[in-house]
């Protein structure tokens, strides 16, 4: 079956601690990856996305993600988080052949000051 | 650039009663559209999409409805509101370029209470 799993519901970082959020998947086909950020209230809004070529993806502010197809992961990143980070993250998987998103339950993020 | 508008934005309705939500894309044609539900606290849930005028499949039995009157209008209805349908709705779109999956954008959605 295909799925997208996001083990952590909560994380809670200090402001200026590095980051990683999980993301696994299983899906049948060569996957396209992707992950959305989304304030409290406001719709979702595209961190990065990986389709192919290098497996290490640079995103918007700040953010990376590595594309692990041996694991089945595409990690979320950041090196330092800002107070402004604090969000609900994403992790979503479609094919080329697939108009539909699998999509992760969400990891909200929660930095301490 | 394109943009995607909904509204309203926030939306308080009694229980029974009808439901109209819009969604608009500018600036592309022949855009695929969604709609997605987000439970408070959950996840998306995919409820429609339209890759065309008319064109309409629905991922999930419930008392919604979806149509496409124009290239870019993407509407969201109800005949009769239940209290589970409270949530928030979230539209997206991608463009149509023949090689399949593409990048979602989503519009700022709209909060509905149901009560």
Do not use: M
């Not at chain 1, 700040?62 to 990143?77: T, V, Y």
């Not at chain 2, 029974?16 to 606290?41: D, F, H, I, K, M």
């Not at chain 2, 589970?84 to 979230?90: I, P, Q, T």
């Amino acid at each position: 079956a295909q799925s997208v799993t996001q083990p952590d519901i909560h994380i809670t970082v200090s402001e200026g601690a590095s980051l990683e959020l999980r993301c696994n998947y299983s899906y049948g086909a060569t996957p396209y990856l992707f992950w959305y950020v989304q304030s409290p209230g406001q719709g979702l809004q595209l961190l990065l996305k990986y389709f192919s070529g290098d497996t290490l993806v640079q995103g918007i502010k700040g953010f990376e993600a590595e594309f692990k197809r041996s694991q089945s992961s595409f990690n979320l990143r950041k090196p330092s988080v800002h107070w402004s980070d604090a969000a609900e993250y994403f992790c979503a998987v479609g094919a080329r052949s697939n108009y539909q998103l699998i999509w992760g339950a969400g990891t909200k993020l929660i930095i301490k000051p | 650039s394109q943009t995607i508008h909904q509204w309203p934005a926030t939306l308080v309705q009694p229980v029974g009663s009808p439901l109209s939500l819009e969604c608009t894309v500018e600036g592309t044609s022949n855009p695929n559209l969604y709609w997605y539900r987000q439970a408070a606290g959950r996840g998306l849930q995919l409820l429609f999409y339209s890759v065309g005028i008319g064109q309409i499949s629905s991922e999930v039995p419930q008392n919604l409805s979806a149509s496409r009157p124009q290239d870019r209008q993407f509407i969201l209805s109800s005949k009769k509101l239940l209290l589970s349908d409270s949530g928030f709705y979230l539209c997206a779109w991608t463009k149509e370029t023949g090689r399949g999956q593409e990048t979602q954008y989503f519009g700022p959605g709209t909060r509905l209470l149901v009560l």
